[in-house]
């Protein structure tokens, strides 16, 4: 197809949409309720562009080319509606400055604000409508602010579309539209699963987590508190994107430095729980495999998955390992093996994470496992309080985690990334079946960033159908699909988010799929760096079964590290 942009001519052999075919000319067209990840949707009209013989304007998202079409992506009438449409926007949902841009918690990753400027907006010529619709603080992991909502619809297409969790709506129309939840009733009396992938989706500050930054500096600065801190595996390959750096910037020494000048009595790895989680969770998958017990087994560090799987498929719960979160279980250990360890009293000790996941804030205060941790700041909020206390994070030297619960291995590092869970487990299978040592440990086929992805393992002679599932769209059509009967799997990996936690919805703002990938190989350097690759080498983790556990599935491991659900 021949096509003039802007005078110039082009020809493109694809069926493309206007916004895709000027892209590919590097002309740069604002959009807002546009999202790669989402179906276009063609309502804010930001992208609207002027075609030759056409009497009006075109949405470049939901306009396709067509052999001949001469397209005006600038033109003075395409500035002047653009401008006014961003005025609109700016007006209507109460976003001017003299709101609140400058303490908006998200402003630094604000789309208005960025398209506000390309676009040349030098005043706001209509009056400014406040939304009447209360703030929505009801659940424990996100915070809707309808004031600074603009109405784009990403964040309800993200949670149908990606998620399939459906909590989410669009209400009346025209001027008095907003984003609501079943019968308004606050996304804490929903089915939301917290995954917060509405967050990562949301332009504008009307969607963020519940912050807990305040209560942590309290905490730490409180004298008679003994203050602990777990790094998820996810967080070191992203909050570097928080200060200017590459996405996939490796920053695990600086992040432990950090944590120690914020003034954390110990800063610990969530790794370590990582690799417990395993000693459990391959455990209780070959006392299923071995004693018929039931199949296929789901892991369960995700609590947005199992938030979802509780409402969507309680007939699956039964397939759920028992075993907790690393998040959990580490708060389980320290309390108990370590807090003993030290001499320090065990309601003296304040457990705090540092996770790339809303949903994490949700899972601290489930009944079954209420005290395990008490705080949880996501990815965002931990760079926030590094900004706050003038931390140069990129640049300081350095630091190692502290031990014992900061010893960890390859094997707990890749947890981060979608199917990281299930190689990790598969190292530690293999030898614990075979009782060979495993020497190819990179099992590639359950690697990359497809939703969904099958692989036959062979262990001995014995076959193993595994999966990995990564969103929760995704989740509910492997559960569809094993209910038909048409899938037949003996272990399957889910996480919530796309990508798994690399894409949590506390990470840095944006995340792209090209930034996704970046993070996800940082992951896998990561791995590669350990000498001990395998969770049941870790020397930490043998000492805590020694010492203190037993053996995996004891009577003291079922206490502090398994759970139970709800249906
Ligand atoms: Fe995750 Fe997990 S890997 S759930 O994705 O099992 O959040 O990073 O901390 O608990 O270890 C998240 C990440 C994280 C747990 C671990």
Not at 166 to 176: K, V
Not at 335 to 360: H, L, N, Q, W
């Amino acid at each position: 197809m021949k096509v003039k942009i802007n005078n110039k001519e082009y020809e493109f052999q694809e069926e493309l949409s206007i916004l895709d075919a000027v892209k590919k000319a590097h002309i740069i067209i604002p959009t807002l309720c546009y999202s790669e990840k989402l179906k276009p949707f063609g309502s804010c009209r930001l992208c609207s562009v002027e075609i030759k013989g056409e009497r009006t304007l075109k949405p470049a998202c939901v306009t396709k080319i067509s052999n001949g079409m001469e397209i005006y992506t600038h033109s003075e009438k395409v500035r002047k509606v653009r401008s006014t449409i961003m005025e609109l926007i700016i007006a209507s949902h109460g976003i001017s400055c003299n709101l609140n841009c400058l303490t908006c918690p998200k402003s630094s990753s604000c789309e208005i604000k960025v398209i506000a400027e390309e676009i040349g907006i030098m005043e706001v010529r209509i009056p400014t409508i406040s939304s009447k619709i209360p703030e929505d603080r009801s659940s424990y992991s996100i915070v809707r602010e309808p004031q600074k909502c603009i109405v784009c619809d990403r964040c309800v297409r993200k949670c149908a579309e990606v998620q399939s969790v459906n909590i989410l709506t669009i209400a009346n129309r025209g001027p008095d539209t907003y984003v609501t939840t079943f019968l308004d009733k606050g996304m804490g009396n929903v089915d939301c699963v917290n995954c917060g992938q509405c967050v990562i989706e949301c332009p504008t500050g009307a969607l963020h987590e519940v912050y807990q930054t305040d209560q942590v500096w309290n905490v730490i600065s409180d004298n008679s508190k003994y203050v602990i801190v777990q790094t998820a595996p996810a967080v070191r390959v992203a909050i570097a994107e928080e200060f200017g750096a590459e996405p996939g910037r490796i920053v695990t020494k600086q992040l432990v430095a950090g944590l120690r000048l914020l003034g954390f009595d110990k800063v610990f790895d969530t790794n370590f729980a990582a690799d417990l989680t395993i000693m459990e969770e391959a455990s209780e998958f070959l006392e299923r495999f071995k004693n018929g017990g039931k199949l296929p087994l789901f892991t369960s560090c995700s609590p947005g998955w199992i938030k979802f799987i509780e409402h969507n498929y309680p007939e699956f719960l039964d397939n759920l390992s028992t075993c907790k979160s690393p998040q959990q279980m580490f708060g389980a250990i320290a309390k108990t093996y370590y807090a003993d360890k030290i001499g320090i009293p065990r309601e003296d000790m304040i457990v705090v994470s540092i996770m790339p996941c809303t949903a994490k804030k949700y899972e601290r205060v489930r009944p079954e496992m209420k005290g395990d941790v008490d705080y949880v700041l996501t990815t965002r909020e931990l760079a926030k309080m590094f900004k706050l206390a003038g931390i140069d994070l990129l640049n300081l030297p350095s630091e190692e985690y502290d031990e014992p619960l900061g010893i960890t291995t390859g094997a707990a590092a890749i947890f981060g990334a979608t199917g990281g869970v299930m190689e990790a487990a598969l190292r530690t299978a293999y030898e614990v079946i075979t009782g060979k040592n495993l020497e190819r440990l990179d099992f590639e086929s359950v690697r990359g960033i497809e939703g969904i992805k099958e692989a036959v393992i062979e262990i001995d002679g014995l076959k193993l159908n595994v999966a990995v599932v990564n969103g929760l769209g995704n989740a509910r059509k492997m559960l569809d699909m094993i209910k038909n009967g048409e899938k037949d799997y003996h272990f399957i990996e889910f996480m919530a988010c796309p990508g798994g936690c690399i894409g949590g919805g506390g990470q840095p703002i944006p995340t792209t799929k090209e930034i996704l990938s970046k993070r996800m190989k940082a992951i896998y350097e990561i791995d590669k760096s350990f000498e001990i690759r395998k969770s049941h080498e870790n020397p930490a983790i043998q000492a805590l079964y020694k010492e203190f556990l037993g053996e995996p599935l004891s009577e003291k491991s079922h206490e502090l590290l398994h759970t139970t659900y709800i249906a």
